[in-house]
């Protein structure tokens, strides 16, 4: 997620901020420092409410991070990759990097959040019980944490897809259909159901004069339209690609360049010439590097007639580079987790065989369209077997709603 920063790994998945997440510490800090903890917890001093304000934000904050290490544990715990966590302004997103390989997985990786969400709410409850009036602003805090806890719980069991309710959902379907992409369409469906339901509601509240409260429901409502519509878009593309490798889509090296060779001479002899974005650099047939024009742009001008194109490349052991055999359904979420527009091909004894863009992955899916082969592939591609040998492609990101 663009805009995070990295604080901390916990059992190898880093725990990512993003910056959307300062928003709602403020707001919620500001919130229970005057809604809540003045009615929980009387006759203390206002910077005192703002303290508790901003320790009860936190510690929810706490709440959704183990929410979502619940589900990543049990996806690692299946096979599935995890890559990191990240809070931001409507809770917490998993970056789960592969789709769940048979419906039960599914359901385990899914039902896990929020039961571990409302046995959080039910350990604070009990040790609010047990502070009792022995201190009224711990006991303000535990129920504060007992009650989002278990609000956190129930929400994300709202059969939303891409919520955890949606996900168990969809998991039924897929066990019922044996098909994932199925289960998803309808899963997604439900999910645009509800999220639509939200923005009613969200205009409903600001129409009655509960303005803030309207807009958060409202963006809430709008995220999960957008993440329903995207995790149906996702698996769609799966289906199409599924079967598809490197080698069917990529495209052969309009041209190459010695390391040694200036910028200068590449820009006015390749680049332009050719309107390239991106040019490998080889060395002996080898792969070295590659060079695109923001590594041009880096270079002032009046330099490139002395600046070889080695020193500015991008080198190999930075490079993502695939092999040709590789499923393009593995090399999608690499090109977007990278934010790169293409990657070289290179065979096992590092020779370039060519480049996989995402213009060429986009040629190829409008010539299948047009050759009127993708439902012929949608009718015998799309029923997945209960444990498929073979690695599914990423899924999109598990998010955990608002106001985790």
Same mark, same amino acid.
């Given at each position: ?38 009615? =929980? ?6 910077? +005192?409410?703002? &303290? *508790? %304000?901003?320790?009860?934000? $936190?510690?929810? @904050? ?77 006991? =303000? ?6 009650? +989002?806890?278990? &609000? *956190? %719980?129930?929400?994300?069991? $709202?059969?939303? @897809? ?243």
């Amino acid at each position: 997620m663009s805009g995070s920063l990295h604080v901390a790994t916990i059992a190898g998945i880093r725990i990512n901020i993003n910056y959307t997440w300062l928003i709602v510490l403020v707001l919620l800090t500001f919130s229970l420092a005057v809604g809540w903890f003045p009615f =929980a917890a009387p006759g203390l001093s206002t910077g +005192a409410y703002y &303290l *508790l %304000g901003f320790i009860a934000a $936190i510690l929810l @904050f706490v709440s959704v991070l183990l929410h979502e290490l619940a589900h990543s544990i049990v996806a690692r715990a299946r096979g599935l990759p995890v890559s990191s966590i990240s809070l931001f302004i409507f809770g917490g997103v998993s970056n789960i990097e592969q789709e769940p390989r048979s419906p039960g997985v599914e359901f385990q990786m899914a039902i896990v959040g929020p039961v571990t969400s409302l046995i959080l709410g039910g350990i604070s409850w009990l040790l609010a019980q047990a502070v009792g009036s022995a201190s009224r602003p711990v006991t =303000a805090v535990l129920l504060y944490l007992a009650v +989002a806890n278990v &609000l *956190l %719980g129930l929400f994300n069991l $709202i059969p939303g @897809f891409p919520l955890d309710g949606g996900r168990v959902l969809r998991s039924i379907i897929w066990r019922a259909s044996g098909s994932l992409r199925t289960a998803t369409h309808w899963a997604a469906r439900v999910g645009q159901v509800v999220a639509f339901l939200f923005i009613i509601w969200g205009i409903i509240q600001v129409f009655t004069g509960n303005l803030v409260g309207g807009i958060w429901i409202g963006f809430i409502g709008w995220f999960l339209l957008q993440a329903a519509q995207s995790a149906n878009t996702q698996v769609m593309l799966e289906a199409l690609l599924r079967g598809v490798t490197v080698r069917d889509v990529m495209r052969p090296v309009a041209a190459a360049v010695p390391p040694d060779l200036t910028l200068s001479q590449m820009v006015n002899g390749y680049m332009l010439p050719l309107g390239l974005r991106a040019v490998p650099v080889t060395r002996d047939d080898q792969l070295a590097g590659l060079i695109t024009l923001a590594d041009v742009r880096h270079v002032p001008r009046d330099e490139w007639d002395q600046t070889p194109v080695g020193r500015v490349m991008i080198p190999l052991e930075r490079l993502h580079a695939v092999g040709p055999t590789q499923s393009l359904n593995d090399v999608l979420p690499l090109m977007a987790h990278q934010d790169v527009n293409q990657l070289p091909v290179v065979a096992a004894d590092g020779r370039l065989l060519g480049m996989v863009t995402r213009e060429a992955v986009v040629h190829f899916l409008e010539v299948r369209r047009g050759l009127g082969v993708n439902e012929a592939e949608r009718r015998t591609n799309t029923r997945l077997p209960a444990a498929p040998a073979s690695p599914v492609p990423p899924a999109p990101p598990h998010a955990t709603g608002a106001p985790s």
